[in-house]
């Protein structure tokens, strides 16, 4: 029968302390092997006189031991020259071109297993040994093992930088903090760590918290898609079976409905899933920033740390809103109500009753300009032209205590701009979340004004003074409670907001919004104003309190102007 080989390499004869094979292999009393010239080397150059210890185990001898050359080790090690076993050895414990070697190794080098804050070096496992075993040495503070560790050492002093000067924001060493850094704000390193660390765990909670909030947003348009979906699919069914009662007259109109539904439902659907897109790309987003920021906060070397802190610790701002609101089941109930009505009046259905089915699905109305205001209207109703409107002109200016600190006023308080965070005062009125500011002046009657935008979004509204500063979404955003209407324009389009009902708009696209506002009779208007002024929306309500203007920006250098108009 063949006998099997015995597999054997050089890790296994080579001697801990030259890392060669063993020449005249010894063994000595707690069943080590080494060199003979080795140990007796090692033993010769101990410190305490008549105690002599095993380099690997510690194990210590009050005895020196006499030391005989062991026979069988010898015999194996010339066996395994001979077999050339020596050839193939376990390199994965040397060090190669991108490993860490051992500081203290002499020939070739191994791989570093840990490096040494204190002592500044790396250390292989056999030389690594002592930082477990020799008391004073256990204190050291041992990290993976760096290429960096000179980066710990001051070039001017030749010292360890244990400070840190948060004047200059680098690390330093305890001469420098009394020479070229005295008088600046100076802490140790470790302090300095601990208190990014409390800033870096403050990111990641607020990462954290995003990314649970961008989920639950992400479901709720899930949702939405669901809900625009079965109100479609809704109206078109019983939209369908009332033009079946009425086959002969509106056969035709009804497909028209139908179409006009399904076109908007592309819209609907469209919309949701961009924004849903959004969100999963920022819940990505953070999730990568979230990595960077733990991959940091692990890391045990303090310099290495504070190096490396501010080019990942600046958290951006997100890009969008905190939460979603959805609207209720209202999606195409109006065009229903509207075909119902069709039901009771086949004769007047292709004259008038058509046409309101038409805009209630789409379309605003549209109010073209004259040179002349024309008579005053009667209560309740709305002029007619745009001289007609400008008749209410008002004269409208911003408050600056009611301005978030990331807006900016100017011209007359007329103006207001996206900008990095300003130093204003606290102020009880002052919009503490959303970028938005009031009008100084409460508005009853009839009263009419323009605003001119430019940027990515905008909202222009009008509100109660009595909205919250502080809050939530639903209690201090324009068009999210009972106390506020909004037009908003995100995405290239409008949208109405009230009571967290978002409300899609159709109109021409344009950068000036012009606002009718009849306090007494409920009625406010919004109107994309041009060469022509278009109806966007209109809102019939009651007013319990005096309103105010309110405008309200989305980014960075988008401005918002109400003008001065005649």
């Known amino acids: 029968m063949a006998q099997k080989g015995v597999h054997l390499d050089q890790e296994t004869f080579s001697c801990s302390i030259c890392l060669d094979l063993l020449k005249d292999p010894v063994t000595i009393p707690c069943g080590h092997s080494y060199c003979m010239t080795c140990i007796n080397t090692h033993w010769d150059g101990e410190d305490q006189e008549g105690i002599h210890s095993c380099p690997q185990c510690r194990q210590t001898f009050t005895m020196r031991p006499v030391l005989l050359k062991s026979t069988m080790l010898a015999a194996l090690v010339e066996e395994l020259k001979k077999t050339g076993l020596q050839a193939a050895p376990a390199d994965h414990h040397y060090a190669g071109p991108e490993d860490v070697s051992c500081d203290f190794c002499t020939g070739r080098k191994r791989k570093a297993v840990k490096s040494c804050l204190v002592c500044l070096a790396s250390f292989c496992e056999n030389h690594l040994q002592p930082h477990y075993d020799v008391p004073p040495m256990k204190k050291h503070q041992l990290v993976e093992p760096s290429k960096n560790l000179q980066e710990n050492i001051c070039s001017r002093h030749d010292e360890v930088k244990k400070m840190f000067c948060r004047t200059d924001q680098q690390s330093i060493c305890y001469l420098c903090s009394v020479e070229e850094h005295k008088g600046h704000d100076t802490v140790s390193a470790a302090a300095e760590r601990t208190e990014r660390q409390k800033e870096l765990e403050v990111s990641r909670l607020n990462i954290q918290q995003r990314i649970q909030d961008r989920r639950k947003d992400v479901k709720l348009l899930q949702q939405e898609l669901k809900d625009i979906k079965v109100s479609a699919d809704k109206t078109v069914e019983d939209s369908e079976e009332m033009f079946r009662e009425l ?84 999606h195409f109930e109006d065009v229903t109500a509207a075909v119902s009505e069709l039901r009771g009046k086949v004769e007047d259905v292709l004259k008038d009753t058509w046409t309101n089915i038409s805009l209630t699905v789409t379309q605003p109305d549209v109010l073209l300009s004259e040179p002349e205001p024309g008579p005053e209207p009667e209560p309740g109703l709305e002029p007619k032209t745009r001289a007609g409107f400008l008749r209410y002109s008002s004269d409208i200016t911003l408050d600056p205590n009611t301005a978030i600190r990331y807006l900016v006023l100017s011209d007359g308080d007329r103006k207001v701009t996206g900008v990095k965070k300003q130093s204003y005062p606290d102020h009880p009125d002052r919009f503490s979340y959303w970028w938005q500011v009031l009008s100084r002046e409460s508005l009853t009657g009839r009263c009419y004004w323009e605003v001119e935008m430019t940027g990515s979004g905008f909202n222009v509204a009008v509100s109660y003074k009595s909205i919250s500063r502080v809050g939530t979404w639903t209690e201090c955003y324009f068009g999210c409670n009972e106390k506020s209407w909004a037009l908003e324009y995100t995405n290239n389009s409008f949208s109405f907001w009230f009571n967290s009902t978002k409300t899609p708009v159709s109109g021409p696209h344009s950068s000036r919004v012009g606002v009718y506002l009849d306090h007494s009779a409920g009625i406010l208007s919004f109107f994309s104003v041009s060469e022509t002024m278009t109806l966007l929306h209109r809102v019939q309500t009651t007013f319990t309190e005096p309103l105010h203007a309110g405008l309200g920006l989305y980014n960075y250098g988008d401005t918002a102007e109400i003008l001065k108009v005649k």
């Open 247 to 330: 086959i002969h007259l509106i056969q035709n109109r009804s497909s028209e409905v139908e179409q006009q539904i399904r076109s908007q439902q592309v819209i609907e659907d469209s919309r949701v899933k961009e924004l849903q897109e959004k969100l999963e790309q920022e819940i990505r987003d953070l999730e990568r920033k979230d990595a960077e920021l733990k991959q940091l906060s692990d890391t045990p070397d303090h310099s290495q740390f504070l190096h490396n802190y501010p080019s990942v610790s600046a958290l951006s701002e997100s890009t969008h809103s905190s939460s979603i609101s959805i609207r209720p089941l209202r």
